[in-house]
């Protein structure tokens, strides 16, 4: 790594190769990550568009082209479509590199489309949080903080401060709980960070427990859940054979009663879901 290159560019590539990295877009003369937004018709500022009061009516928007109608599983879509990949970007970034993008609402955007949906999210800063020890100290997109402690702090307190007004807005529409909405973030805060280690063969418990210390962060700067996810070990002594089980329902199988609870659902039974994912590793195919 040279000085001359941008830090957050260093997460971007760290995150790249791996067989699932939903990266949002980044829209800086330093960084390299653009892709094009056909049938774009509005760009959304995360600020800008909930003091426009426009997520109700984007909600019910997206609900009446593409479903699902029962508001709880409505709302995590919802939410899946603006966050997943600045979720992604801090969570994975920080498993994989140490180091924290600093989201904020006035660099977050997103495209809605012609189709009636939102496209991939553009972010718009380049400013990453690093520790003392990281070589892009000195770079001026670099925020220097004491120590990996601090990291986390200063990074849930940024995601905390951009997704807690779309959070919000959604609740004051829907009514669904402020517990289940902030528990999907925390959830796949820590299946970002699960997912990379699973992928490398690195170990899962100690990629489990740096995401239970973002998630204490985010808790601490203001997330709220009723419960946290828990690691799940389906197959001992395979290189694959933990998984992971939310702590909060995405409530998918109010929509789908025949598809049932995911693998992943606090609802299942264990016994139910560690039979289903030993047959994910016989048979690969059948995995989603």
Request: hydrophobic share 40%; aromatic share 10%.
């Amino acid at each position: 790594m040279t000085m001359t290159q941008a830090p957050l560019q260093a997460v971007v590539d760290a995150c790249a190769p791996l067989k699932f990295a939903p990266l949002p877009d980044i829209r800086i003369k330093r960084v390299s990550s653009v892709r094009e937004h056909p049938g774009s018709e509005h760009w959304y500022r995360t600020d800008l568009m909930v003091a426009e009061g426009v997520i109700g009516p984007l909600f019910d928007q997206l609900v009446a082209q593409h479903g699902p109608g029962h508001k709880l599983p409505a709302s995590t879509h919802f939410l899946r479509a603006l966050l997943r990949e600045p979720i992604f970007l801090d969570s994975a970034g920080l498993y994989l590199t140490g180091r924290a993008v600093l989201l904020d609402p006035e660099h977050l955007w997103f495209p809605w489309l012609s189709s009636g949906t939102f496209g991939t999210p553009t972010i718009t800063s380049s400013r990453v949080a690093v520790t003392p020890d990281d070589p892009a100290v000195g770079h001026p997109d670099a925020v220097v903080v004491q120590d990996e402690a601090a990291l986390d702090r200063l990074a849930a307190e940024h995601m905390v401060r951009t997704f807690a007004p779309i959070i919000d807005a959604v609740h004051a529409h829907t009514r669904v709980g402020l517990r289940t909405l902030w528990g999907w973030v925390l959830d796949i805060v820590h299946f970002y960070m699960l997912n990379p280690a699973r992928f490398l063969g690195q170990d899962a418990e100690d990629a489990w427990k740096r995401a239970g210390r973002l998630g204490d962060a985010l808790i601490e700067a203001g997330a709220v859940t009723r419960a946290r996810p828990r690691l799940f070990p389906f197959w001992d002594n395979h290189p694959r054979g933990t998984w992971a089980v939310r702590g909060t329902c995405c409530f998918d199988y109010k929509d789908d009663p025949e598809h049932g609870f995911c693998t992943t659902c606090p609802l299942k039974c264990d016994a139910d879901r560690r039979a289903e994912l030993q047959e994910w590793i016989r048979n690969p195919a059948l995995a989603p």
